[in-house]
């Protein structure tokens, strides 16, 4: 079957894609309102983009009026945000922080998400994520009703037994975080892992 995505099957585009291209890794977001409340929120358009600098994005979707959601209109305004990457225990935690709540109510407090400060920017990480990210908005790029948040990583925090100390690799072993499948409601465990080296 052949899908026209920008034309007679556009508004399948969504489901067919996030459906398709999988697993994906899941970025929860946090960032500062301007009345110093908390958001929280889970997107899976999101992953690494390179190194140097070490570069981030997410793309928070419109809400259905246009406007954007939160973590995005924080990130723009702040020029700040962090990562949390998701331990399989808080699968379920970070499931039910992806709902819809009024500008200025934290998703955090509402669920007893236990928040730490970071280093360098100001909005908190999640204390229990395995791993999370502190980045400075490099910026924000708006392609139709996409906006894709682009973020330089300052510092990286990440749980003592997920990395080599002498070598600062991690563990990938012991870091197995859930990742995001198909539309609406499919998810992945992601430790069934195995190693194939590559060609020289």
């Known amino acids: 079957m052949e899908l026209d995505l920008l034309g007679q099957h556009a508004d399948r585009a969504y489901p067919i894609l996030s459906s398709l291209i999988t697993p994906r890794p899941i970025a929860w977001v946090s960032t500062r309102h301007d009345d110093g409340s908390v958001n929280l929120a889970p997107f899976s358009y999101f992953n690494v983009f390179g190194s140097r600098p070490p570069l981030v994005i997410y793309a928070p979707g419109n809400r259905p009026d246009g406007s954007p959601k939160d973590s995005a ?5 702040t020029g700040e945000f962090t990562v949390s990457l ?13 709902a819809s709540l009024p500008p200025g109510e934290s998703e955090a407090e509402r669920l007893g998400v ?10 908190p990480r999640v204390a229990g994520a395995p791993a999370a990210l502190e980045c400075r908005v490099h910026s924000v790029q708006r392609i139709g009703q996409n906006r894709l948040v682009l973020g330089i990583v300052h510092r990286v925090h990440v749980r003592d037994e997920l990395i080599e100390p002498e070598t600062l690799r991690i563990r990938q072993e012991l870091h197995t975080p859930p990742g995001r499948m198909g539309s609406p409601d499919w998810y992945c465990r992601t430790d069934s892992l195995f190693e194939m080296p590559r060609p020289e």
């Open 73 to 77: 209109r924080n990130a723009e305004q």
């Open 86 to 98: 998701v331990s399989p225990e808080q699968t379920e935690t970070m499931v039910a922080t992806a």
């Open 114 to 123: 236990e928040m730490a400060s970071s280093s360098v920017v100001d909005p």
